[in-house]
Nanobody, 124 residues
Framework: QVQLIESGGGLVQAGGSLRLSCAAS????????VGWFRQAPGKDREFVAS????????YYADSVKGRFTISRDNAKNTVYLQMNTLKPEDTAVYFC?????????????????WGQGTQVTVSS
């Protein structure tokens, strides 16, 4: 089992940037895809971005495409989410998760280890 800890959330004004980190401990992290999801109050958890096991493939939700960038450093067991041009509708708790597969996936139940989440609040 992989343990995941997210960090880097906070309060930012609209148009600003944040970089989230997802630090993993445990074996086999580098062998699996990783995803970021978010959940706003009163809403279902939604897919944000995914990166393949070696970083060669990425995939984004339409709502963040062109503004967010997912990357990974397997030597550091860390995945990042660079978030630029933030909007109030990006406000949510952001979770990282490791997949059971090597390739990118948007499907919630393909992910079997989840972090506790980090709060991102974007003020208008």
């Amino acid at each position: 089992q992989v343990q995941l800890i997210e960090s880097g959330g906070g309060l930012v004004q609209a148009g600003g940037s944040l970089r989230l980190s997802c630090a993993a401990s445990g074996r086999d992290f580098s062998n699996y895809a990783v995803g970021w999801f978010r959940q706003a109050p009163g809403k279902d958890r939604e897919f944000v971005a995914s990166i393949s096991w070696n970083g060669g493939t990425t995939y984004y939700a339409d709502s963040v495409k062109g503004r967010f960038t997912i990357s990974r450093d397997n030597a550091k067991n860390t995945v990042y989410l660079q978030m630029n041009t933030l909007k109030p509708e990006d406000t949510a708790v952001y979770f990282c998760a490791t997949s059971r597969f090597r390739t990118v996936t948007t499907i919630n139940y393909h992910y079997n280890s989840w972090g506790q989440g980090t709060q991102v609040t974007v003020s208008s």
